[in-house]
């Protein structure tokens, strides 16, 4: 029988603020932007590369204003809520009600309008909305230390962790990762 795992660092919740989180801001380039940058290229390719252009400059923009007013709304309902627990054998991660609420919520508008894509992407978000990775598992963290923020990684097609500290529980926090995780 294994020892109960020992807990490194207490168990904290935090509220994260996101319409004006670098970290937040830093991910848009990655999870839309390259997607739209792909088809603006592949009208290009099609059309003519001002159409492509014109697409991919357009969807941007669009996006970030999508993602603005996202980030404005999850804001003005309280923030996302997050819990963490970091023990020696990893870190383990959930979202809070609001979040939940959301998924489930979007779950049912999405079988009430009949919409299966709605409810596939609900049943992701929640799938999603808790996460453990054991220390062995880790092959890469940042840290960036302006945001008290430290990222978790178990490979390369693996989703992150992303670890919001508080300012009292950062230090400790940025130094049990860096002793844990593989250089």
């Known amino acids: 029988m294994r020892p109960a795992p020992t807990i490194l660092v207490p168990p904290w919740t935090l509220t994260v603020r996101v319409l004006f ?3 937040t801001w830093r991910a848009f380039p990655l999870v839309l932007g390259t997607p ?3 088809v603006g290229a ?8 001002r159409d492509g252009l014109v697409v991919a400059t357009g969807g941007l923009a669009g996006l970030a204003v999508l993602w603005a007013v996202a980030c404005l709304v999850i804001d003005l309902a309280g923030g996302l809520q997050v ?11 959930a979202s809070g009600w609001g979040a939940r609420a959301a998924a489930r919520g979007a779950a049912g508008a999405g079988m009430l309008a009949g919409s299966m894509g709605t409810v596939g992407a609900a049943l992701l978000a929640r ?3 808790e996460a453990s990775l054991e220390w062995r598992e880790v092959r890469r963290f940042r840290i960036v ?3 008290r923020y430290v990222e978790v990684k178990a490979g390369f097609f693996s ?6 500290c508080t300012q009292e529980n950062f230090p400790v926090v940025r130094e049990v990762v860096r002793s844990r995780a593989p250089s």
Do not use: C, D
Request: zero cysteines.
């Open 21 to 23: 989180n670098s970290v």
């Open 36 to 38: 739209i940058v792909l």
């Open 83 to 93: 819990a963490y627990l970091m023990t020696s054998e990893g870190i383990h991660f």
């Open 145 to 147: 230390e302006r945001a």
């Open 42 to 49: 592949w009208v290009g390719y099609l059309a003519t590369w």
């Open 159 to 164: 989703k992150p962790i992303g670890i919001y």
């Open 127 to 129: 799938a999603e909305q």
